[in-house]
T-cell receptor, first 111, second 112 residues
Framework: DAKTTQPPSMDCAEGRAANLPCNHS???????VYWYRQIHSQGPQYIIHGLKNNETNEMASLIITEDRKSSTLILPHATLRDTAVYYCIVRAPNYGQNFVFGPGTRLSVLP | SQTIHQWPATLVQPVGSPLSLECTVE??????LYWYRQAAGRGLQLLFY??????ISSEVPQNLSASRPQDRQFILSSKKLLLSDSGFYLCAWTGQVVSPLHFGNGTRLTVT
């Protein structure tokens, strides 16, 4: 079972920031938070990951709360092409620890 | 840079026929390799993973099998396909430690 909880769906206006929440209240100290997205009929695409510090790359920003029990993926200026299912995953970097995907959040960017 | 190749992109097979899907990774050595399946409108289900040549772990019992004959080659097989085997099959790889998972483009299998 996935160790994360995400809202099933969200809407965002084109050009506005999309803030996707993820709850991982049982996260362990060595588990990282990873975000992926899947556009229809394609394989999931890696977005970003982090342990406890906030992270930013060319695609998005990841904000992890101080207690690490939740995080938020931020797409600063959402476009129609950002419409996808977004998955939040926690995983420890240990042998046998796999990436378990939950149902994710279906983000719809509206014109 | 690393790339992952998966083929074929689409496949239509009759019930009871065999299956062989192949996945190769370039630009890295000793990757961890994975097979996932996604049924229509459903989430991703981990089927198999491998941490080295000949080492296969199965996550769910089924009529599928996996093999890793070479370091960067991962094969998904079945002797006799069932209707319930239809779905979107994804191969993925990761390096060691905290490396993220990277997916191929997938094979859409329809069993008729």
């Amino acid at each position: 079972d996935a160790k994360t909880t995400q809202p099933p769906s969200m809407d965002c206006a084109e050009g506005r920031a999309a803030n996707l929440p993820c709850n991982h209240s049982t996260i362990s100290g060595n588990e990282y938070v990873y975000w992926y997205r899947q556009i229809h009929s394609q394989g999931p695409q890696y977005i970003i990951h982090g342990l406890k510090n906030n992270e930013t790359n060319e695609m998005a920003s990841l904000i992890i709360t101080e207690d690490r029990k939740s995080s938020t993926l931020i797409l600063p200026h959402a476009t129609l092409r950002d419409t996808a299912v977004y998955y939040c995953i926690v995983r420890a970097p240990n042998y046998g620890q796999n990436f378990v995907f939950g149902p994710g959040t279906r983000l719809s960017v509206l014109p | 840079s690393q790339t992952i190749h998966q083929w074929p992109a689409t496949l239509v097979q009759p019930v009871g026929s065999p299956l062989s899907l192949e996945c190769t990774v370039e630009g890295t050595s000793n990757p961890n390799l994975y097979w996932y399946r996604q049924a229509a409108g459903r989430g991703l289900q981990l089927l198999f993973y491998s941490v080295g040549i000949g080492q296969i772990s199965s996550e769910v019992p089924q009529n599928l099998s996996a093999s890793r004959p070479q370091d960067r080659q991962f094969i998904l097989s079945s002797k006799k396909l069932l209707l319930s085997d239809s779905g979107f099959y994804l191969c993925a790889w990761t390096g060691q430690v905290v490396s993220p998972l990277h997916f191929g483009n997938g094979t859409r299998l329809t069993v008729t």
